[in-house]
Nanobody, 125 residues
Framework: VQLQASGGGLVQAGGSLRLSCAAS????????MGWFRQAPGKEREFVAAIRWSGGLTYYLDSVKGRSTISRDNAKNTVYLQMNSLKPEDTAVYYC???????????????????WGQGTLVTVSS
């Protein structure tokens, strides 16, 4: 599975961005997709996840209500719509694909087998 993330950029606080993650290759083997982020000097942090089948979603508490993860199964693409962005949302955002359904924890990066290259989101105050 290959993942291509895009959509990052520079935005003022309060603004919006939509990130995209296009999956290719053996995409049928993926059961879910997740978004993580890593700010300078900090550990990688879970942001949101969605199951391909059924569309069940999961969110980090601090982005809940401001962000929406969605998927387009026909395009093998997952989106992360982020609104009311804050400077603390500044980070490199990574998408990832999970393969294993049993014992899958959406917020555990070790439960994802494939990762995209990351897209930088910078929120200015």
């Amino acid at each position: 599975v290959q993942l291509q993330a895009s959509g990052g950029g520079l935005v003022q606080a309060g603004g919006s961005l939509r990130l995209s993650c296009a999956a290719s290759g053996r995409t049928f083997s993926s059961i879910a997709m997740g978004w993580f982020r890593q700010a300078p000097g900090k550990e990688r942090e879970f942001v949101a996840a969605i199951r391909w089948s059924g569309g069940l979603t999961y969110y980090l508490d601090s982005v809940k209500g401001r962000s929406t993860i969605s998927r387009d199964n026909a395009k093998n693409t997952v989106y992360l719509q982020m609104n009311s962005l804050k400077p603390e949302d500044t980070a490199v955002y990574y998408c990832a694909a999970a393969l294993r359904d049993s014992s899958w924890y959406p917020d555990d990066p070790d439960d994802y087998a494939y990762w995209g290259q990351g897209t930088l989101v910078t929120v200015s105050s």
